[in-house]
């Protein structure tokens, strides 16, 4: 039977390749006892749900089911996937009209949360609708925020395990800023067996990496639509922190405060993550170098803002 712990309802808004790729996740690493997948097209919404009910007995997961907005409103994390999906030649930021639009409508449909809740913002442009979030659920900052810069730190991590090959589990490191354009790797934060990276590739190689890793999103678009894998893994160790009351230090898209000379934005930074949401930021001192790119990504959300 599932840990009592892990009795929780969560609830999916959207159930595109990235919703339900997440849900089956979730299910799949036995971390939730009921899901609820939200669709706008009830009949993928419902063939997604009946997909994963074949799999219900190979997993503690109790319920997979449909629902609607009502049904969110007492869900314990609500994980928001819907939206326009970036496609080949966009980026993130110009999803941003039609889904602060569509956003909008769902809290609206979904009405008053449960207190404790806690909604995970997945939706792109991830930073900008994650402040919006936070503005109209009603809920305390910190139990409102995105993925951030979490699955392009996983691939940071891929890359160098690749090239260096070495277990990407022995590799540390973040990407920072807006998860777009403007994201950046934060070098000094990364070592591989605790040696620095910058110990091991020389600038050039540097410079490569950084560019493989920010545009790694429109060569997945190009060749297959979309990307849900890497996400759907980000997510659910977003879910883990949060179930498990881990206190994991993740690079997670919340309301900055003075975190390298930035506030009032949400932007892809270190913070404490547990059962209550954002425990806390988790203090990293940049360089020059970095925070100078930090406040280009900041600036940058801001015009949108």
């Not at 993925?147 to 940071?156: F, I, K, M, N, P």
């Not at 790797?185 to 591989?192: D, E, L, M, P, R």
Request: with cysteine; aromatic share 6%.
């Amino acid at each position: 039977m599932i840990n009592e712990k892990l009795k929780q309802k969560i609830a999916v808004i959207g159930a595109g390749a990235v919703g339900s790729t997440t849900a089956y996740t979730l299910m799949v690493k036995n971390l939730v006892s009921e899901i609820i997948l939200v669709d706008i097209n009830k009949d993928r919404e419902e063939g997604e749900v009946l997909d994963m009910c074949d799999a219900l007995s190979f997993s503690e997961t109790n319920i997979v089911k449909a629902g609607d907005y009502k049904s969110v409103r007492d869900a314990d994390i609500i994980i928001l996937t819907a939206g326009v999906a970036q496609k080949p030649g966009e980026n993130r930021l110009d999803l941003i009209t039609k889904n602060k639009a569509i956003i909008s409508s769902i809290f609206t449909e979904v009405g008053e949360l449960k207190p404790s809740a806690i909604v995970i913002v997945v939706s792109n442009p991830v930073d900008i609708l994650t402040y919006l979030v936070q503005e109209i659920s009603g809920l305390p900052k910190n139990q409102v925020f995105g993925t951030g810069t979490c699955l392009d730190s996983a691939r940071l991590r891929s890359n160098l395990s690749k090239r260096l090959n070495i277990d990407s589990k022995q590799i540390d490191g973040f990407v920072f800023g807006e998860h777009g354009d403007s994201e950046f790797i934060a070098w000094s934060t990364v070592s591989v067996g605790g040696k620095s990276i910058k110990e091991i590739l020389s600038l050039d190689e540097m410079k490569v990496i950084e560019e493989e890793v920010k545009n790694e999103v429109y060569k997945i678009i190009k060749k297959k639509g979309a990307t849900y894998y890497g996400i759907a893994m980000a997510v659910t160790d977003i879910i883990e922190a949060l179930i498990l009351d881990q206190n994991k230090i993740l690079p997670v898209s919340s309301r900055l405060d003075n975190w390298n000379g930035v506030s009032g934005v949400c932007l892809g930074a270190t913070a404490v993550v547990g059962a209550s949401g954002i425990i806390k930021p988790w203090p990293i001192e940049l360089n020059e170098e970095e925070k100078n790119k930090l406040q280009i990504s900041a600036n940058k959300i801001k015009e949108y803002l």
